[in-house]
């Protein structure tokens, strides 16, 4: 104690003491006032988990409830869309065919309403698992634009994809997702224009931390104005454009809401272009894992960078892109729009003693055809060395005729690899006309080329009033009447015998009783499933060397159904309504397989 507290006057001390006293009444009246605002804090935390958890249960909820409603409006949308399309083979009148050609579309568009809705529900309620994997970024861009050409034919539209060179050819992304938003952005853009120049494109964009590379994405709309609109309310549920208003043209009002959601789970940003060329692009920017991998593929190939080409057309978008992908690989290239160019460019080349190897034509050259343009050049002596090659974005099939004046067709929508396939023929048959040993020889040899030139077509649609005859019988279990009897008529077209069944008991039972080709087993019936029907088979078949073949024939159609088939033990995977070509191929893979054994 120090020498002086001593001194210090008794009044004084006690002041200090009283005064330290009420500091520490102070302090504890502060402490308890914190130990109840603790407490309230902690009721509110716990009030806000509650209603938080509740509002997880109602997203989920809603979410079940859209998915069962999905499966209930596709069923009666199956009757329709299915009967629909087998009446339009039948002869009718050019009124009654237009009037089915409206209830087609209108069902097509409500199948897409109801897609939308549950996929977006299930975005929201964060139920929509889709992993990371090794993908072919081409393929998927590709793949895409391949589903959408089909619509994009019956408006007019010419689809194209641009890959940058820059581009890696694998890479670690979310394919499933990656598809989404493109396919919804490409069907969107589709919907809103009438013979438009759509392209998508994918360049390399901002180099991110963590080894990642951001990649931009860009889907556009020759023709499009989507000046003068607010860019945030795009992608708002259920917002309708100018543009959709315009064109009277209707989509579910989800797509790009969709899109928005599926771009930032990938950790990216998505927008418009109102202004991009001589239209309007919506693009997203996202990153992707770049995987190093060597390209067996190009090195197996001859050279084309010694290829000179001319690429006519009346589209400028078509001309450019083939151009730009010519570029890219090394191969000398003369653009042009008209047909009097063109022609100027082949003289040129003759006076020069540089003549081409090839004339890429499109469907069209200024105001007459491609056909007319090729014969042109196979008539002048001059030209006779020059290859013409048709490209037909729509994916027809040439002519009788035209097979006779064109080298080559690239059919389908305009990408890379069409382009690089149909070249690498060229270059192949450069080295063996300039192998052969005779000009007969040669002249045998370049026309098994250019047959062999020829890319794969879409395959083309069944003439359904000339069933196969009798064949096979297929197992149809379904609970709904109307869908069995869809499916069997769809099947008796097809030429096949069925058997029908309303649960998965009478399937199990079915199935020990007769061999069948395959079964078509609807997933969700009363008394006994599709899936539990399925596993019971397939104990059933345990050790005896049998397997039936099933065939999941269900109106769940979204990631991770098809998977869930497969796991249960099911070997393939239709959804509703189901298309009669892919029927038809399922059928005919499945007896190809039963003869071979």
Known sequence: MPANFGKIPHDNLDRILQKIEQVRQAMLSRLRGLGAQNEDLEDCRIKFDQLNSQIQDVIRHRAEFLVNLSHELRTPLTGVMSMSRMMMDAELSDEQMEQLRIIRESSDALLEIINDAVLFSRVESGNLESPEDECNLAQVVEGCVNLANEKAKRKGSVLMTFISPEAPRMVRADPVRLRQILLHLINYLISLT????????????????????????????????????????????????????????????LSLAICKSLVAVMGGEIGVDSTYEDGAAFWFSVPLTEIAVESPRLSAQPDISNLKVLVVGARPGVVNMVGTYLDSWGVTSELSLTANEALRFLRQAQVMGSMFDAVICEAKVDSQDAFDFAQTIKVDPAFSSVRTILISPSGDEPTPEEQMIFWSCICGPINQSNIYDCLTDLAKAQQVRASASSAEEAKSVLSAMSQASTLSKPPQAINQTEPMGEGPLVLVVDDNALNRQVACLQLQKLGYSCLMAVNGREAIEAVQARDFLLVLMDCRMPEMDGYEATKVIRQMEAGTGKHVPIVALTAQALAGDREKCLECGMDEYLSKPVDLIRLRQILEQWSAAKSAH
């Open 194 to 253: 009438q013979a438009a120049e759509i392209a998508v494109r994918v360049e390399p964009d901002a180099t991110m931390a963590g080894g990642k590379n951001r990649y931009r994405f860009l889907v556009s709309a020759s023709g499009l104005s989507l000046a003068g609109q607010s860019r945030e309310k795009f992608f708002e549920p259920f917002a309708k454009t100018l543009a959709a208003i315009d064109s009277k043209q209707t989509t579910s009002g």
